[in-house]
């Protein structure tokens, strides 16, 4: 089911649309039906069939077939039954998320988009999605893999990118920890930390991902951190990695790992927190129970901040602009796991919080 | 035991020294001798006396009278097993902290201080003391009384003057949550919060802290904590004073409070770190545990800052400037709680973590 595709091996694929006598289409759609309480699998969905009428094309909007679908941690977060950024998905609607398509049919000659264009979407988890052109965001495929939008050059790039920058204000020769380092997010953070000259530390669940980090992305340790399964074994671990401490700490993970890292964080760290994975299924809606580390924030005058991609929206272009030379000479690289199959779309999603990927999820029909 | 002092009722007292025979002194010392595991009391202290021969008062150095003793909550801090912004407090030593006194005898011709004069300096719970003149800072008693150096514009003030404005950014029309609101830190943070325009919530013990908050401090809500004993009755509490949620959160406590704070927070929420005194007597070595919250962080993208008052030290003036005209002209008010006796010193540290006392607590001799 796992395909690993590193950087250029992926071969575009350019459909070719000549369905000019179409006038409906059956249009499967994975509905969210029911709320997780712990882990969210195929039971709390439901795969429909539904008919897709181009007589409901009216102007302004774009008819897209869906080629890949970005999973992200994220939705497990909105299935979580408390307002968190937002409020929680509504149930028995289609599952919401990013697409990268193809245009089959457009009708808006005032739009720069035509038939055949690649375009990200937010339409979710259904094999054509009728949306307004105005929502789209249109992709080269000449340039860079499409695919690269929903990951190395997408929201999870975005929040990697500000989120090192701007909360971590990574300075040269500083130690900087990241935890689900070889994840969509992870892997960008890394690499960008090299890049400003810090020492960089990458904590992540398997060999096969640290040998990942270590050899292709070029980090300077590894932690694979289920060798070290308690705050005590992880902090002397993080101790004997981090003999000068940890200036920068960015979190996706959440939970005793973070604990460990507030033993042996220095005067003025900063520690991001971008996601809490190890969180998510269930301990949104009953919180696990930490010790209590506050008091170490007074110490170590530290600051932690919490970030979000969405709200680095309005700044996508400064960062495709730094982040496209790099990926394009591969000063960044970056792996996908492409899962293949609309029908595996719930699957895949369960796979995140078993750490099944390594880079970004997508599925691809 | 107990005696609080508003403002300007607390009358100087001026030391006549005509003691140009003496020798040597009695000089007793409270001795630090033994780590308390939980609350720190008499138990923890040994008293002795030693004899000072004014023939150790080399150039440089000046002979100081103990007046008044700063207690404050961060000595049971050093108190702890565990490094914290520095190693332990040694045992066996005398107990450090903040002392205004009286020069007895100066042995430096090129100071500007003289004998009578008043300052404050770090010579710990002894009633007297030999210490190098450049360590001592001057102070006015014509200005405002002594014994304000310790509090309203002391390192308290430090803290909360810089704690709130740079930590904090406190924006007018912004909700600003004191927890420990009527304590030497809380009572400055309140009083700024207004004078910045916010609508502020203090957070204390009884309902005499509540009142004088209220009625003589002029803040908009209060919470007498021990009313709402659980993360839910808390949080169901603050929501209803603070019915536009919370921006900023000035902690000096910790726990249970601090962990309700986090459900009423707002997007881009300060919580500022200034104490955690819930924690200190026992939580530090072996900590309490407490709900994981950072995915919170995430959805509001707060900040947690933690604040040291010395990492402002070299500020001094700019605060004192500021805030000594508010004092003077009553724009901001501060109470005292004054324990007499020099043989009360552990007791009246003990009475910091019962919330004994209102405002800053001094010990006189």
Same mark, same amino acid.
């Given at each position: 089911?796992?395909?690993?595709?590193?950087?250029?091996?992926?071969?575009?694929?350019?459909?070719?649309?000549?369905?000019?006598?179409?006038?409906?289409?059956k249009?499967?759609?994975?509905?969210?039906?029911?709320?997780?309480?712990?882990?969210?699998?195929?039971?709390?969905?439901?795969?429909?069939?539904?008919?897709?009428?181009?007589?409901?094309?009216?102007?302004?909007?774009?008819?897209?077939?869906?080629?890949y679908?970005?999973?992200?941690?994220?939705?497990?977060?909105?299935?979580s039954?408390?307002?968190?950024?937002?409020?929680?998905?509504?149930?028995?609607?289609?599952q919401g998320?990013?697409?990268?398509?193809?245009?089959?049919?457009?009708n808006?000659?005032?739009?720069?988009l035509?038939?055949?264009?690649?375009?990200?979407?937010?339409?979710?988890?259904?094999?054509?999605?009728?949306?307004?052109?105005?929502?789209?965001?249109?992709?080269?495929?000449? @340039? !860079?893999?499409v695919?690269? +939008?929903?990951? $190395?050059?997408?929201m999870?790039?975005?929040?990697?990118?500000? *989120? &090192?920058?701007?909360?971590?204000?990574?300075?040269?020769?500083?130690?900087?920890?990241?935890?689900?380092?070889?994840?969509?997010?992870?892997?960008?953070?890394?690499?960008?930390?090299?890049?400003?000259?810090?020492?960089?530390?990458?904590?992540?669940?398997?060999?096969?991902?640290?040998?990942?980090?270590?050899?292709?992305?070029?980090?300077?340790?590894?932690?694979?951190?289920?060798?070290?399964?308690?705050?005590?074994?992880?902090?002397n671990k993080?101790?004997?990695?981090?003999?000068?401490?940890?200036?920068?700490?960015?979190?996706?993970?959440?939970?005793?790992?973070?604990?460990?890292?507030? @033993? !042996?964080?220095?005067?003025? +760290?900063?520690? $991001?927190?971008?996601?809490?994975?190890?969180?998510?299924?269930? *301990? &949104?809606?009953?919180?696990?129970?930490?010790?209590?580390?506050?008091?170490?924030?007074?110490?170590?005058?530290?600051?932690?901040?919490?970030v979000?991609?969405?709200?680095?929206?309005?700044?996508?272009?400064?960062?495709?602009?730094?982040?496209?030379?790099?990926?394009?000479?591969?000063?960044?690289?970056?792996?996908?796991?492409?899962?293949?199959?609309?029908?595996?779309?719930?699957?895949?999603?369960?796979?995140?919080?078993?750490?099944?990927?390594?880079?970004?999820?997508?599925?691809?029909?």
């Amino acid at each position: 089911m796992q395909k690993v595709l590193l950087n250029w091996l992926y071969k575009i694929k350019q459909l070719d649309y000549n369905q000019t006598n179409m006038t409906e289409l059956k249009n499967k759609q994975w509905i969210y039906s029911k709320r997780p309480e712990k882990l969210v699998d195929d039971s709390h969905y439901t795969l429909i069939e539904k008919t897709l009428k181009l007589s409901d094309l009216k102007p302004g909007l774009a008819l897209i077939k869906s080629e890949y679908f970005s999973i992200d941690p994220y939705m497990r977060i909105q299935q979580s039954g408390k307002e968190t950024w937002e409020e929680p998905h509504p149930l028995n609607t289609v599952q919401g998320g990013a697409v990268i398509g193809q245009i089959v049919e457009i009708n808006d000659p005032e739009s720069d988009l035509k038939k055949g264009d690649w375009v990200l979407s937010y339409t979710g988890w259904q094999e054509f999605a009728i949306t307004e052109t105005n929502s789209l965001r249109k992709l080269n495929p000449k @340039e !860079v893999p499409v695919s690269t +939008a929903l990951g $190395i050059l997408g929201m999870p790039a975005r929040i990697a990118y500000f *989120g &090192l920058i701007e909360a971590g204000k990574p300075k040269k020769d500083e130690t900087v920890v990241v935890s689900g380092a070889s994840g969509a997010v992870g892997q960008v953070v890394v690499q960008i930390a090299k890049i400003k000259g810090c020492r960089v530390i990458g904590i992540a669940g398997s060999d096969e991902k640290t040998t990942f980090l270590k050899d292709t992305l070029g980090v300077d340790e590894t932690i694979n951190y289920k060798k070290y399964p308690s705050i005590r074994q992880m902090k002397n671990k993080l101790s004997k990695v981090c003999p000068e401490g940890v200036d920068i700490y960015f979190d996706n993970v959440g939970g005793y790992i973070t604990d460990a890292i507030f @033993e !042996v964080i220095n005067v003025h +760290a900063r520690i $991001i927190i971008c996601g809490q994975i190890s969180q998510y299924s269930g *301990g &949104l809606d009953n919180p696990e129970l930490g010790p209590r580390f506050l008091h170490k924030m007074l110490y170590k005058r530290a600051t932690i901040q919490g970030v979000l991609s969405r709200d680095y929206n309005y700044r996508m272009d400064e960062m495709l602009k730094e982040m496209t030379p790099w990926v394009k000479d591969k000063s960044i690289k970056y792996k996908e796991t492409i899962v293949e199959g609309f029908e595996n779309l719930p699957k895949a999603l369960n796979m995140l919080f078993y750490g099944e990927n390594m880079g970004k999820l997508i599925v691809k029909v």
